[in-house]
């Protein structure tokens, strides 16, 4: 089975740096996502990492240490707009399936 | 809280056949519910989103006559692959939302045609 863990609730400055710690155990292993959502809305695909390291895109950055199963999202310059839901969704694989699961997402709020 | 149940985890069919998958979310009433597929280490794909007692909106690409969403109460919805295919093999997955609030996943339902 698939078993995900993240911070439920984090709150960051405008401006500052904000990191999401996303913990998982899967069967099998093809990569991890994150994902961004506003409420009411469907999520927007952030990243998805297959080898350990650092991935930089703009703003946003993902880690992933697959032999730790562990990930994180980091938020640069936080802006206003950039209080969401972050969902960490490791994709497991095996016998020739494979299964996405999403955590319950951890709620971010940027205050001025 | 804010469970959302999808069923069945997997299913296996013969070409040309329908299949029928729910999504129901356990302890919310849902007014909102997102269908989306996936295929290995690709980013999720919008299928349609539906409004309780309304007609699903599908997404640019995405034939609705083959993938009916039926979403008849606030705490029900099916997504029907009319006809499948091979090519309709993928993981299929649900989320429900209470409104203007941020939306909880199904577990999934791989879908195998053969």
């Known amino acids: 089975g698939q078993n995900i863990d993240q911070p439920t609730e984090m709150t960051a400055t405008e401006g500052a740096i904000v990191q999401i710690n996303c913990t998982y155990q899967?069967?099998?292993?093809?990569?991890l996502f994150w994902y961004q959502q506003h409420a009411g809305e469907a999520p927007t695909f952030l990243s998805y990492n297959v080898l350990d390291g650092l991935e930089e895109k703009g703003r946003f950055s993902s880690f992933l240490s697959r032999s730790k199963g562990y990930s994180y999202l980091l938020l640069k310059e936080l802006q206003m707009k950039d209080s969401a839901s972050y969902l960490c969704a490791p994709e497991g694989s095996g016998a020739g399936s494979y299964q996405l699961t999403f955590g319950k997402g951890t709620k971010l709020s940027v205050i001025p | 809280g804010a469970v959302v149940s999808q069923h069945p985890s997997w299913v296996i069919c013969k070409s040309g056949t329908s299949v029928k998958i729910e999504c129901r979310s356990l302890?919310?009433?849902?007014?909102?519910m997102f269908w989306y597929r996936q295929f290995p280490k690709q980013s999720l794909m919008l299928m349609a989103t539906?409004?309780?007692?309304?007609?699903?909106?599908?997404e640019q690409g995405v034939e609705k006559d083959k993938f009916l969403i039926n979403h008849a109460s606030l705490t029900l919805s099916t997504l029907t692959v009319t006809s499948a295919h091979p090519e309709d093999s993928s993981f299929y997955i649900c989320?429900?939302?209470?409104?203007?609030?941020?939306?909880?996943f199904g577990q999934g339902t791989r879908l195998t045609v053969v």
């Open positions: 899967t069967s099998g292993f093809n990569g």
């Open positions: 539906s409004n309780e007692g309304s007609k699903a909106t599908y």
């Open positions: 302890d919310f009433q849902a007014t909102t």
């Open positions: 989320s429900a939302s209470k409104g203007n609030t941020e939306a909880f």
